[in-house]
């Protein structure tokens, strides 16, 4: 993604002023303030600054943002999001961190890069197995013991013939084949 950087003392690189109108792909290696309106995706190697006046129409990568303005597109940043009470953003959100104040608009999905643990997984997927099969629990494992059950009663079914009734068996095949030559 984007190199890491330290936001304590941020030192502003860039400045788009209000009034500001920037078309096309906007990338920074530094900070950026932007009070101004961007058509494009932004990609920013340290913190984004989106002021009250400042608009976005395309997806941001940061390390960190504070988004006062409005921004139409997904943000990805590595760090934090902060949506401030003038915010207004509709996409999604990928970071370890977000704050959003009260007033402000977040429209869209937000997902924290939180891993889940191997055991949860496991335990979500038995789930969906029963799920896609439409079963409850409770029914795959009584239809389980059915089967065990049929089986157990057709080996004991196997066990209980005679020899004498297999050659029995063996002679009627026999007729019924000739009979029908």
Do not use: W
């Not at 530094?30 to 395309?58: E, F, H, M, P, Y």
């Not at 191997?118 to 969906?128: C, L, N, P, Q």
């Not at 009627?172 to 084949?177: F, G, K, V």
């Amino acid at each position: 993604m984007l190199e890491k950087k330290d936001t304590k003392g941020t030192r502003i690189s860039t400045i788009l002023g209000n009034g500001t109108e920037f078309e096309g792909n906007l990338t920074v290696s530094g900070s950026v303030r932007l009070d101004g309106t961007v058509n494009g995706d932004v990609k920013v190697g340290g913190a984004l600054i989106v002021g009250a006046a400042g608009q976005i129409t395309g997806n941001v990568e940061v390390y960190t943002a504070v988004i006062g303005g409005e921004v139409t597109g997904n943000i990805i940043a590595e760090e934090k999001v902060e949506l401030i009470a003038t915010a207004k953003l509709l996409g999604d959100i990928t970071t370890k961190v977000i704050v959003i104040d009260e007033n402000a608009v977040f429209q869209g999905r937000c997902d924290m890069n939180q891993e889940i643990p191997d055991k949860r997984k496991r335990r979500s997927a038995s789930v969906k197995a029963v799920n896609a099969g439409k079963k409850t629990a409770k029914a795959a494992i009584q239809e389980a013991l059915r089967e065990v059950e049929e089986e157990e009663r057709l080996e004991a079914l196997e066990h209980k013939i005679r020899p004498e009734d297999i050659e029995i068996a063996a002679d009627e095949d026999t007729s019924q084949s000739e009979q029908t030559i």
